[in-house]
Nanobody
Framework: VQLQASGGGLVQAGDSLRLSCAAS????????MGWFRQAPGKEREFVAG???????YYADSVKGRFTISRDNAKNTVYLQMNSLKPEDTAVYYC?????????????????WGQGTEVTVSS
């Protein structure tokens, strides 16, 4: 099972980026998926998640700016990030649960991608 995250880069404040996470090895259409991030010197934190049915949940810090979506036919989950701020700078990780119910706890996620770096300059 592999989760391959991509789409990170260096952008300016106010710009947008779309991260992608392609899963291989098994289908995740019935599983909850999430995005987490880890800024330098900080702990990994929940950013956004989507249940198997499409119910979404966001951290307060990104609500209204980020949108998570999934294309189950492509076994891919996306994170559209708009109005980026310097404090969004971090390595972003996608993750999947063995189960369909969405949670925000890192320990509840069973499969992790390698991370893609996002840097937002002011």
């Amino acid at each position: 099972v592999q989760l391959q995250a991509s789409g990170g880069g260096l952008v300016q404040a106010g710009d947008s980026l779309r991260l992608s996470c392609a899963a291989s090895g098994r289908t995740f259409s019935g599983n909850a998926m999430g995005w987490f991030r880890q800024a330098p010197g900080k702990e990994r934190e929940f950013v956004a998640g989507a249940s198997w049915s499409g119910t979404t949940y966001y951290a307060d810090s990104v609500k209204g700016r980020f949108t998570i979506s999934r294309d189950n036919a492509k076994n891919t989950v996306y994170l559209q990030m708009n109005s980026l701020k310097p404090e969004d700078t971090a390595v972003y990780y996608c993750a999947a649960r063995r189960y369909s119910v969405l949670t925000t706890k890192i320990s509840d996620f069973d499969f992790w991608g390698q991370g893609t770096e996002v840097t937002v300059s002011s």
